[in-house]
């Protein structure tokens, strides 16, 4: 199974400010990575997959990058609404599964 | 639109059973890829289970002989009939619709809660 491990596991912000979370793969799973964000009490919306392409509606203050092993979802300069869990998923191998996720939080 | 309503949580015993089930509406299911996703109460993702329009399936290590994800094309709704259920099936089950190959849709989610 690989083990998907996001870091840090808070991450306290102001609005306005850079957002930078990561998420490290136990093995290379090339660039099938998706990134989800979960507001409290909801369910999750996909942000980004296969690495870097942004889902329909998404922000483009919303960026993801890497492959192989190691990934980053940027966000660039954080609004009110982007406070949230976020986690990235792979589906390169079975079982499907998620990292552990980052809260960001309004610092 | 695209719209999933999740049903048929609730609280069962130890070692019962529950089928819960995934109205589809806005698209047709069996023309799709469909999963679902649990998250227990105050944790994180976890993957349990996809149908794909051809029929094949799998399933999380955890829930393997024990779950079993199938759909009613006539009804346009997907199933998850889980047997032999334990505390730790206890969590919010979400469906999900696939685009891209990722979890795209997102019911609202049904939860399932393990207990005596």
């Known amino acids: 199974e690989i083990v998907l491990t996001q870091s840090p596991a808070t991450l306290s912000l102001s609005p306005g400010e850079r957002a930078t979370l990561s998420c490290r793969a136990s093995q290379s799973i090339s660039t099938y990575l998706a990134w989800y964000q979960q507001k409290p009490g909801q369910a999750p919306r996909l942000l980004i997959y296969d690495a870097s392409n942004r889902a329909t509606g998404i922000p483009a203050r919303f960026s993801g990058s890497g492959s192989g092993t190691d990934f980053t979802l940027t966000i660039s300069s954080l609004e009110p609404e982007d406070f949230a869990v976020y986690y990235c998923?792979?589906?390169?191998?079975?079982?499907?599964?998620f990292g552990q996720g980052t809260k960001v939080e309004i610092k | 639109e695209v719209q999933l309503v999740e049903s048929g949580g609730g609280l069962i015993q130890p070692g019962g059973s529950l089928r819960l089930s995934c109205a589809a509406s806005g698209f047709t299911v069996s023309s799709n890829f469909m999963s679902w996703v649990r998250q227990a109460p105050g944790k994180g993702l976890e993957w349990v289970s996809v149908?794909?329009?051809?029929?094949?399936?799998y399933y999380a290590d955890s829930v393997k002989g024990r779950f079993t994800i199938s759909r009613d094309n006539s009804k346009n709704t997907l199933y998850l009939q889980m047997n032999s259920l334990r505390a730790e099936d206890t969590a919010v089950y979400y469906c999900a619709r696939q685009a891209f190959n990722w979890n795209y849709h997102w019911g609202q989610g049904t939860l399932v809660t393990v207990s005596s």
């Open positions: 998923q792979q589906r390169s191998n079975w079982p499907r599964t």
């Open positions: 149908l794909y329009s051809g029929g094949s399936t």
